[in-house]
């Protein structure tokens, strides 16, 4: 029996100068949370992933290790991971029809998405948080 794999998943790594604080207060706790639009924009974004799309508004897990256990970032700084658990292993399309893709994850591919993945996290963070080139340059493997 041979396996096909239909889906992967992206992981961004942050290191951030502080604690985030969230939009919705309920978030501020850390640990493991679940940026999203709801439902429905769940299932658009699995829907999207199903048919080769890079998904308009990716569902996003955050994953705060410092929320948990402090000792995981220098003092008074935060760590994150995203990740989005449903991208397409081979992007045919994009559902913005903005980043260009041939069915590979090239580094354009990767950089244009990841933008786009922290654009969605921002949507509920409140911290004003930037990203720096150095942290994703060296961390980033294509393949």
């Known amino acids: 029996m041979r396996t096909r794999y239909r889906r992967g998943c992206l992981q961004i790594n942050l290191a951030l100068s502080a604690r985030p604080t969230f939009a919705d207060t309920r978030l501020d706790g850390g640990g493991a949370v679940d940026l999203g639009g709801g439902v429905d924009a769940l299932v658009a974004s699995v829907r999207q992933v199903e048919d080769g799309l890079l998904p308009q508004h990716p569902s996003i897990s955050w994953h705060e290790p410092p ?3 402090p000792d995981r970032a220098p003092g008074g700084q935060a760590v994150a991971r995203l990740q989005v658990l449903d991208v ?3 992007p045919t399309g994009d559902a913005l029809a903005v980043i260009g893709t041939d069915g590979t994850w090239t580094p354009d591919v990767v950089e244009k998405f990841t933008d786009r993945v922290i654009a969605e996290a ?3 963070v409140k911290t004003r948080w930037a990203r720096s080139p150095l942290l994703v340059s ?4 294509f393949g």
Do not use: Q
Request: hydrophobic residues 30%; aromatic residues 0%.
């Open 67 to 69: 929320a948990l256990d």
């Open 88 to 90: 397409p292993l081979r």
């Open 122 to 124: 921002g949507k509920h």
């Open 138 to 141: 060296g961390a980033t493997s």
